[in-house]
């Protein structure tokens, strides 16, 4: 929402918003005039001409009843963005169950360097960019694209990015093959289309012409190929191939081997926007990531190491522990958040699974972002399930008592790693103070 009002503003439109409590990013759309305030005020609204809301924000809200009962236009979050989108003469949107923000990050960083023409629409902070939005000209709109709600419906992209499809959003999608059909349909919508082989072997695209589909991946049938990977103290380097043809070199700089994938989508994406290969290296070498995915936060008083990471998935939590076994061999502490009472119901076996290789595991509370308790399952029913088949897991109730937890058991040798995608972040600022 924030870009979203960015974008909005940069485009020279009066914006206002409100939220329901304080952050950095609230201050910081103040700074740059927009009249970003806490709570709800009707008087700002009766002076708007459109109402954007968040799928996040419900129907008893005081500001988004008061501009229906005064029929001032009302429009979700997914439909304003595609009006956005429409703006400029090409779209590319990232869609997937994870990887979207890394992806549609280091495509914006990219066009940034190269200096082409175009608006980008991030959900996290382009650490080379300072923000989460950029805007350079109206060539290309390049945005994630989120399968919740079925958002990313409402767009109709130039290039259409499916990284995976694992599942999620048990509250958006009762079973697997529903969610497999909405990524189809965002296949069927878009004029060109780039998948992970994962989800191409999934996914059934036979509506879809062939002839648009891109693949990418480890295999030999890719079209987009990453072959010669070498990994160097978690980070990787690797040779692409399209069709069999050897593209370029690349060096990452950011950790992990799920980001070779994520960068041989970017780099999908570019050759088939005839950008010059040997620049689109350059610039992947000089990406330097996202806030709050695997950030470094320095270190506890104990001397372990802080990560961060926004995982809550828990394909996403395999890879980011993953990603660190490759970097030590000390002890790895994780304490996990949880992300919604419905996805931690839904996922259960897979998130047992997911803390294979933590060595100390703390659970927090569920942070329920749009979900109440009686939806599914909190923290504590997590914990507990994960110590009745494999032991391990430590259930704490807030943040202080993780803070103190970790000091107490901790050593130099040890990473200490912050997963999930609430308010948790805090709690790497807290550990290293």
Not at 218 to 235: I, P, S
Not at 295 to 316: L, M, N
Not at 354 to 360: K, L, M, N
Request: aromatic share 10%; hydrophobic share 40%; proline share 2%.
């Amino acid at each position: 929402m924030s870009a979203l009002a960015m974008l909005t503003s940069e485009a020279g439109v009066w914006v206002s918003g409100s939220d329901r409590c304080d952050s950095e990013i609230l201050q910081k759309l103040k700074g740059y005039g927009i009249n970003a305030y806490v709570g709800s005020n009707n008087s700002v609204v009766s002076g708007s001409d459109l109402v954007v809301y968040t799928s996040a924000v419900g129907g008893d809200d005081s500001e988004l009843k008061f501009a229906r009962a005064n029929k001032i236009r009302c429009m979700e979050r997914k439909a304003y963005l595609a009006l956005m989108a429409k703006t400029c003469k090409s779209v590319i949107a990232v869609a997937g169950s994870h990887g979207k923000t890394s992806v549609s990050a280091m495509l914006c960083h990219i066009f940034d360097k190269m200096a082409l023409s175009f608006k980008g629409h991030v959900g996290g902070m382009i650490k080379s960019v300072g923000a989460n939005y950029i805007d350079t000209g109206d060539d290309y709109f390049i945005t994630e694209a989120c399968e919740y709600g079925r958002s990313f419906l409402s767009l109709e992209p130039d290039i259409g990015v499916i990284l995976n499809c694992d599942y999620d959003h048990p509250d958006t999608y009762p079973t697997k093959e529903s969610m497999y059909e909405a990524f189809v349909k965002f296949a069927q919508q878009s004029k060109v289309v780039v998948i992970g082989e994962e989800a191409f072997d999934v996914l059934d695209l036979r509506s879809v012409d062939r002839d648009k589909v891109y693949t990418f991946g480890f295999g030999e049938d890719a079209y987009f190929r990453a072959v010669n990977v070498q990994n160097d103290g978690g980070k990787f380097r690797f040779d692409a191939l399209c069709d069999g043809k050897h593209i370029g070199k690349f060096d990452l700089n950011i950790y992990g081997r799920h980001n070779v994938l994520n960068a041989l989508a970017v780099i999908a994406v570019c050759h088939l926007n005839w950008l010059d290969m040997a620049e689109v290296a350059h610039c992947v070498s000089d990406f330097d990531g996202v806030d709050r995915r695997f950030a470094d936060c320095g270190r506890t008083p104990s001397g372990a190491r802080v990560i961060v990471d926004y995982a809550h998935h828990p394909k996403e939590i395999s890879a980011t522990i993953d990603t660190v076994r490759l970097m030590t061999k000390g002890r790895i502490i994780v304490v996990f958040e949880p992300h919604t009472y419905s996805r931690t119901k839904a996922l259960l076996n897979e998130f047992t699974d997911s803390f294979y290789w933590a060595d100390d595991l703390i659970i927090l509370p569920t942070y329920g972002a749009r979900e109440s308790q009686d939806e599914g399952l909190g923290g504590d029913g997590l914990a507990r399930y994960i110590n009745k088949n494999c032991e391990g897991a430590l259930y704490l109730q807030d943040y202080e008592s993780a803070r103190q937890y970790v000091q107490n058991n901790s050593t130099a040798r040890d990473v200490v790693v912050v997963l999930g995608a609430g308010s948790v972040n805090a709690l790497g600022e807290m550990l290293t103070k």
